[in-house]
């Protein structure tokens, strides 16, 4: 899937950047095909500039010299359509609380697209974040024959939101594709602060701490830590194929990037390798499996601050104790 982080792909070495592309790391990872990277084929960029930077250029690095090179080097979720490819959301204004979503992927001709490519056990990932990043929503859609996806949502306040559909049809030579698109929430709205940088998230009794780099232009490790009642979590469960998933959203323009870690045990340790595309700051979401259920770790992270970690920045207080909503097999932070 698709981002404005470049990671290296699941279970593989290839490089991928922030917006197109599953990423992977070292240490823990994806089960049965530790090898195999299942995202390869997404549309690569090349470090992108800042959110502000894209927002007023109207685009991602590359679009002042070739508006087809332009496209191909902008970060996941930052466009409607792309490849002759559209992600048409039905439902731009669901009320708040619980709603049905729908939506379709429509090709060149206007035809809802009804065969994909199935990655990480589904055809197709659906994404839904608040502007302000203190929501989350990873959804699993159901596809009806005509193309159609439906997916029940939580959205619990009033206020801008984006989805994403992460996807790869299954026409000959058809790449993997992050495609975003906004919705709004009717209502009073009254933006949150995003939480400050810390190293430890805590969600339903668990402790999930961040270390590592998190570097413009330079690879570094993302490792995310799991831990309850103080013991190491040695026995997390596959999910999707994996024993994490991370996606991680800019602050500003919310470009978007999905990423597995590499091959390896069932905990404590999972483990990416990410390079930002700027400096900046951004969202991270861990999902991970314990005791049959999915629950999401979420974090902040400062990319380019000299000398310091992810979680790890120096006057920065801690952030509060999230707290999660599974329902239905889908899994939520908010």
């Not at 159609?148 to 993997?176: I, S």
């Amino acid at each position: 899937m698709n981002t404005g982080v470049k990671i290296t792909a699941f279970a593989a070495a290839l490089a991928a950047t922030f917006g197109t592309a599953y990423g992977v790391g070292k240490g823990v990872g994806p089960v049965d095909e530790p090898k195999k990277a299942e995202h390869g084929e997404h549309a690569a960029a090349t470090p992108a500039p800042s959110a502000s930077a894209s927002a007023s250029a109207g685009g991602h690095a590359g679009h002042e010299e070739a508006p087809a090179q332009a496209a191909a080097e902008l970060p996941g979720g930052l466009q409607v359509s792309e490849g002759g490819y559209t992600l048409d959301l039905e439902t731009p204004a669901p009320p708040a609380g619980r709603s049905t979503l729908k939506f379709s992927i429509k090709d060149s001709a206007g035809k809802k697209v009804t065969a994909f490519t199935t990655e990480h056990g589904k055809e197709l990932h659906f994404i839904v974040a608040s502007r302000d990043l203190t929501v989350f929503r990873h959804l699993h859609p159901e596809k009806a024959p005509d193309g159609t996806w439906t997916v029940a949502a939580d959205l619990p306040a009033a206020g801008g939101y984006k989805a994403f559909a992460d996807f790869k049809p299954a026409a000959k030579g058809a790449k993997g594709l992050t495609l975003g698109v906004d919705l709004g929430v009717p209502g009073a709205y009254a933006p949150k602060p995003l939480p400050a940088v810390a190293p430890t998230a805590t969600v339903d009794g668990y402790q999930v701490r961040l270390g590592g780099t998190l570097d413009p232009g330079k690879a570094g490790e993302l490792r995310l830590t799991v831990t309850k009642g103080g013991r190491p979590v040695t026995d997390l469960e596959p999910y999707l194929g994996a024993y994490g998933h991370l996606v991680a959203l800019r602050q500003g323009d919310l470009a978007y990037l999905h990423v597995h870690p590499n091959e390896g045990g069932p905990g404590p340790d999972v483990s990416f390798t990410a390079t930002a595309p700027s400096g900046g700051t951004y969202r991270l979401f861990l999902d991970f499996q314990h005791e049959g259920k999915v629950r999401t770790a979420a974090f902040t992270v400062k990319a380019g601050t000299p000398g310091t970690a992810p979680g790890t920045a120096p006057g920065t207080a801690p952030a509060p104790a999230q707290t999660t909503e599974h329902d239905a097999g889908d899994h939520a932070h908010g």
